[in-house]
């Protein structure tokens, strides 16, 4: 197994486990209150309909040029692991608080406690199936397209499957035999790695695809990735000093469209919207347009090949930038 297919099998294992565990604490608490049978219902109808996405997806993935594959996949992958280590970092550093499943069980139980009992076919609870159906459909597609597109650049989509599948059987039986939400998983610590893995890989197969080669061909990635560990710790010491330092610092508050304004909007716009959202732009608009700008640039135009560090450069400008948008700084 050659340094891109073991860095594959590894990213696909930790980036589908992160997202199986909040499926799982899902569907814990579910089983825990409102019945077992309504939750498992829900959970094995998401994953019948992902299936059929991926009979009906994945084959059309190859019929993509490389190239233009490599440049799509990593713009993806950079803004992905973008989204990723911007929140580590926000963690990190304290500005945001840690994730905790112990606290998402709590609620959830809560939450499934009060709502009404209301039947779906076959005496199915209502709230259980819909929620474990939503949240696993949800986790799910982003295992999924994970495992596609890491798995279509290397032509190995056998090995990105496998990756997923053992992060499943993992999560699944640490799932059965505790019985409780997964809190001993170092869910921050992963995400960290993650999002160190996949902003690598965007960096690398974005400038492969942008029609650069690397100097010393795959063995760059351990280059990429201490690049990117190196700046993504930087700003980990930078935000705590700015904590430190400045007591009226603290984190922005995102504000949500009014109920009024949602009424407006049709459900399926707001659904692209969604999509479009949390899957080509994330959560930092200037960061994912600018990039989308150079993989544009890049197609039309010929650039000479010393312009190969510009996503390394792009990278070390971008994620500061994004953690400073993401705080407010007063100076009283």
Same mark, same amino acid.
């Given at each position: 197994? $050659?340094?891109?297919?073991?860095?594959?099998?590894?990213?696909?294992?930790?980036?589908?486990?992160?997202?199986?565990?909040?499926?799982? &604490?899902?569907?814990?608490?579910?089983?825990a209150v409102r019945g077992w049978r309504s939750a498992l219902t829900g959970t094995f109808a998401a994953i019948i309909a992902l299936g059929l996405i991926v009979l009906i997806a994945g084959p059309s993935i190859h019929l993509v040029p490389i190239d233009l594959l490599r440049l799509l996949v990593g713009v993806l992958l950079l803004i992905f692991g973008l989204q990723w280590l911007r929140k580590a970092v926000l963690r990190s550093s304290g500005?945001?608080?840690?994730?905790?499943e112990e606290k998402i069980f709590a609620k959830e139980l809560q939450q499934a406690k009060s709502?009404?009992?209301?039947?779906?076919?076959? $005496?199915? $609870?209502?709230?259980? +199936? &819909?929620?474990? +159906?939503?949240?696993?459909?949800?986790?799910g597609f982003e295992v999924v397209f994970?495992?596609?597109? +890491?798995?279509?650049?290397?032509? #190995?989509? *056998?090995?990105? &499957?496998?990756?997923?599948?053992?992060?499943?059987?993992?999560?699944?039986?640490?799932?059965?035999?505790?019985?409780?939400p997964l809190a001993r998983v170092p869910e921050n610590t992963l995400k960290f790695i993650v999002g160190i893995m996949a902003s690598t890989f965007g960096i690398f197969w974005s400038t492969?695809?942008?029609?650069?080669?690397?100097?010393? #061909?795959?063995?760059?990635?351990?280059?990429?990735?201490?690049?990117? #560990?190196?700046?993504? !710790?930087?700003?980990?010491i930078w935000?705590?000093?700015?904590?430190? &330092?400045?007591k009226h610092s603290a984190l922005k508050v995102t504000k *949500?469209?009014?109920?009024?304004?949602?009424?407006?909007?049709?459900?399926?716009?707001? #659904?692209?919207?969604? !999509?479009?959202?949390?899957?080509?732009?994330?959560?930092?608009?200037?960061?994912?347009?600018?990039l989308w700008g150079l993989a544009l640039l890049s197609s039309l135009i010929t650039v000479s090949s010393y312009f190969w560090p510009l996503l390394l450069i792009y990278f070390?400008?971008?994620?500061?930038?994004?953690?400073?948008?993401?705080?407010?700084?007063?100076n009283k």
């Open positions: 197994m $050659d340094q891109q297919l073991l860095a594959l099998f590894i990213t696909v294992s930790l980036a589908s486990a992160v997202e199986m565990v909040e499926a799982a &604490t899902i569907v814990l608490a579910m089983g500005f945001k608080a840690l994730h905790d709502a009404n009992s209301k039947k779906l076919f076959a $005496d199915l $609870d209502k709230y259980a +199936f &819909t929620l474990t +159906f939503k949240t696993v459909l949800l986790e994970i495992v596609l597109t +890491f798995g279509a650049l290397k032509n #190995s989509i *056998a090995t990105a &499957t496998l990756a997923a599948l053992c992060a499943l059987v993992v999560v699944a039986a640490s799932a059965v035999v505790i019985r409780k492969e695809g942008m029609g650069f080669e690397w100097p010393y #061909s795959d063995w760059t990635l351990i280059l990429v990735a201490l690049w990117v #560990s190196a700046v993504s !710790f930087v700003c980990v935000l705590r000093r700015i904590r430190t &330092t400045r *949500a469209l009014s109920a009024k304004t949602l009424r407006r909007i049709p459900r399926v716009l707001t #659904s692209i919207l969604d !999509f479009v959202k949390e899957f080509v732009i994330a959560d930092e608009w200037v960061t994912a347009i600018l070390a400008l971008m994620l500061p930038y994004g953690l400073r948008s993401a705080i407010s700084v007063k």
